[in-house]
Structures are given as structure tokens and as C-alpha cells.
């Protein structure tokens, strides 16, 4: 379950150019999601040969191939990253991905892909915390993207037997990350960028 993968973080403290910037130093071709909270999942197979891609229509990306970059946005929503063997997977998870299952999605395959069900190293990113997302003003309902996330993770597989990395800040209290909820439905995103190398 080592992590084999060299993440970058952009938010309020470091810029997507500066992130970008790294990358490219490094000749790491970014490949960018154009999210519609689906649980759509893309396979990468091929280095792509323009610096900069999108994939459109999908909120989860895997690929085996090194030194390609995986872009993922947020703004409260779950940024999650999977270390499977010799893949690499990202997934964009908010409430509607959540509820269709992407991350159930996402470990079926992966344990596809590798024929394996022990030593993936999974993190899950900064988000709106339980608290904070409150779907329904009247009956006071709150949504919990973490706990739906985890009962996924164990349907699939034994965590005693894999690598659970969870980050607990709250993206919409947290001073370091754009919140859509907290800043009045901004534009502003927060991109986790990996490669593996
Ligand atoms: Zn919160």
C-alpha cells in the first residue's frame, strides 16, 4: 500500500499556475475532468501529446500510465485519490456522485483492473463536513459526503487490508480552501493535480 503518486494542491494559498508551473517543469501532461457530478469513470491509456487535456462529462479518471498528470476541481465537494497496484485513480464525489455511487464504481473496477482487493492506498480530500451541508433548511437534514464514502469503501473492500487516508478539514470553514457554500456560490476552485511516478 505505498503511495506511489506526488500530488499538488492549488487553493486559496497556492495558485493553479503555480501548480501548473511544477508540472510542467517536469514535463507532465495535465489531463483536466469537465465535471458533471455523474459517477462516470475514463480510462487513460495513451501519454496524451498536447500539455494541457480535457475529457469531457466525467468525474472520475484511471490510468496505469506514469508521469501523466490527474486533475480533479472542488469547491466542497470530495476530492479522492485511489493507489491501486499500478494504477492511479481520481474521483470528483459530491453529494449526487456520492449517492450514485462512484466510489463503489471506482473499486470494481479498480480491483478489475489489478486482480487485487488489498494495498490500495486510498485518500480522501478536503470537503464540506456534515455539519456545514445542510440540504434541506426546513427538517434541518445535513449530508455527510464521508460517511457515505466509507460504507462504499468497506462494501468493497476489507480496510484493515488497505490504506485509508482521511483529511478532515472542512472546506467550507477551512481559510485555505474556496468554498462554494461559504463564498456565496463562487467560481473559485480548488484543483488537486497527481501523477505517478
Ligand atoms: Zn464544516
Redesign the pocket.
Known sequence: MKKKYIAYTANKKNTLKNSYKKLRINKIPIIKMNQIHSNIIHTITTVPNKILTTIPNTDGLITNLKHVGLAIKFADCMPIIIQAHHYLCILHAGRKGTQTKIVSKAIQHLKTLTQKDNHFHIWLGPH??????EIDPIKKTTFSMLKKTISQLKSELDLSKNKLIINTE????SPNYHSYRGNNKTKKRNYIICYQH
Open positions: 464540506i463536513c456534515n455539519t456545514c451541508y472542512c472546506t467550507h470553514i
